[in-house]
């Protein structure tokens, strides 16, 4: 089955820690996107990727970190200087002809600090 | 920034209504497209409508794009418990922005 994994599911941290998020997709899409969701809020977006080794930052970038070494791969890496990460991550990629096609999410995973 | 704002934050209704729910949004775009969020989960593409587009049925579910007043509308028919949910807008930029801005959602909330 094609789709996008997120893995772990859930994640606890010490205050800190940098910790990394897990993103992979086999359905062969160029743009992947780090979006995070706070209760109750819309998501907001971190980075996105539209190709292998570029990456942009969204408009929440600070305290993160990403890398876009294969087509399938875009780990988020949440750092010790993001002051909140408590929040829900969603990874979600997107096709060819980007502005037409609609975006596939991954099922998401909830990190808490300790 | 968030592009797309929804109304009402939350609504709740009986099985079998209606539900309408609204996005505004502040710029140009080329598409704008409706997601559904069950509670701790991913988000599902439900419809998307293009900036040419003035509504669009896929079952259950009617959307409307009113460029000159930036507004779209999501109807569900006939809802059920199973549309519990979260509904969120996401806008396209048609400016050379390759990213969906999504709103706040709106939480529905079907009782049987």
């Known amino acids: 089955d094609g789709g996008i994994t997120q893995s772990p599911k859930y994640l606890f941290r010490k205050e800190g820690q940098n910790v990394t998020l897990s993103c992979e997709q086999n359905l062969n899409h160029d743009a992947m996107y780090w979006y995070r969701q706070d209760p109750g809020q819309g998501l907001r977006l971190i980075y996105y990727s539209q190709i292998v080794n570029d990456f942009q930052k969204g408009d929440i970038a600070e305290g993160y970190s990403v890398s876009r070494e294969k087509k399938e791969s875009f780990p988020l890496t949440v750092t010790s200087a993001q002051k909140n990460p408590t929040a829900f991550y969603l990874c979600a990629s997107i096709g060819g002809g980007q502005g037409d096609n609609e975006q596939f999410f991954g099922p998401g995973t909830r990190l808490t600090v300790l | 920034s968030q592009q797309g704002e929804e109304d009402p934050q939350a609504l709740s209704i009986q099985e079998g209504e209606n539900a309408t729910m609204n996005c505004s949004y502040k710029t140009s775009i080329n598409n704008l497209q409706w997601y559904r969020q069950n509670s701790g989960r991913g988000l599902v593409h439900l419809i998307l409508?293009?900036?040419?587009?003035r509504e669009k049925h896929s079952g259950r579910l009617r959307v409307t794009l009113d460029t000159s007043k930036k507004s779209s509308s999501l109807l569900i028919t006939a809802s059920r418990a199973a549309d519990t949910a979260s509904y969120f807008c996401?806008?396209?930029?048609?400016?050379?922005?390759?990213?969906?801005?999504f709103g706040a959602g709106t939480r529905l909330a079907v009782h049987p």
């Open positions: 409508i293009r900036s040419n587009e």
């Open positions: 996401a806008t396209y930029f048609s400016g050379g922005y390759n990213k969906l801005i």
